[in-house]
């Protein structure tokens, strides 16, 4: 396997560094083949370092004292953050020094600074958020989930094969199954740029695939691999599903603690409940990926811990291994263009 160099923002999420480094050290037991370049304040960064020997044996540290805040506005986070550990990791993409960045920081600002390091694909108006959902069925894509609050059916379609590309990359589903999501399935329900959407799609090369609207609760029972959808939907959609996702667990913990019975049939049902709270593990999902863009950019959550970077870099791995760009600027030779070139912001 080629060694392949991976950037990280070393200051984003709630818990960096330590979050990253100890999440890029589990990302080297699965993948040996990859390289890290960090990037953040090297006396923040090198003690940790120091206590991962294997894992700074396949480590550069990159220093920079900037970091972008947690509540920074995208446009001021774009123009004082040029010097970040953020922008610095997207520039290493650029300049071909890294092969995919991956952030726990300011999704917004990350998006901005995506935008403009390493721009749009051909003929893509604007990139999405995509990412994973367990279902009955085992997993699903969905975008976009909220970099774009208002679609039109233009959007939407490009989103469907960037999102049919996704699948096929990370899912390894060799002809994904395609739902634009709306408030019922039937043809004529919906806004008229979902309708419009929907035509397009059964005119072009992702007709066999695409299966039409589905609604909500198709979301969990895996009636379809890629959800298309706008933005402020899918932003919605994936918080009331972590959400959701919390407060089952929450129960199940309640009721086992309920009675002295309760407690004992916890101990019979314990591997059972430790094979359900890992289905539903936000940790195991973590990693969205910004479609759409001349590069790879990962989002981890920025509340996530180790294990659940570790998958973050995981995807990023994934996208580069199995040629995701390729893939989808082949694709997307076949995509309804845009009567104007994209222009990055």
Known sequence: MTRITLALDAMGGDHAPTVVVKGAEIARERFPFVDFAFFGPEPQIQPLLAKAPKLAKV??????????????????????????????ALDAVAAGQ???????????????????????????????IASFFPTARGESVMLDLGANVICDARNLTQFAFLGEAFA????????????????????????????????????SQLNA????????????AGR???????????????KTAEGTARLISGFLKESFRASLLARLGYVFAR??????????DPRRYNGA??????????????????LGFANAIGVAVDMVVHGFLDRIRADLAHAPSSPQPAVAE
Do not use: C, W, Y
Not at 226 to 237: E, K, Q, S
């Open 224 to 238: 379809v691999d890629v959800i298309v959808t706008d933005g402020f939907t899918g932003n919605v959609a994936l």
């Open 289 to 306: 990926i910004f479609l759409g863009l001349n590069g790879i950019a990962v989002k981890s959550h920025g509340g996530t811990d180790a």
């Open 98 to 128: 890294a092969r995919a960045a991956v952030s726990a920081g300011n999704t917004g600002a990350l998006m901005a600074m995506a935008k403009f390091a390493l721009r749009t694909l051909p003929g893509i108006d604007r990139p999405a």
């Open 168 to 203: 096929r990359t990370v899912l390894g589903l060799s002809r994904p199954s395609i739902g634009l999501l709306n408030v019922g399935a039937e043809d004529q329900k919906g806004r008229e740029e979902l309708k419009e959407a929907a035509q397009m799609l059964r005119d």
């Open 271 to 280: 591997p059972a409940f430790g094979k359900f709270r890992e289905r539903i």
């Open 209 to 220: 695939q695409f299966l039409g609207f589905v609604e909500g609760d198709d979301i969990a």
């Open 59 to 88: 480590a550069t540290v990159h220093h920079t004292d900037v970091v972008v805040a947690a509540d920074a506005r995208p446009s001021v986070a774009l123009r004082a953050g040029r010097g970040s550990s953020m922008r610095l």
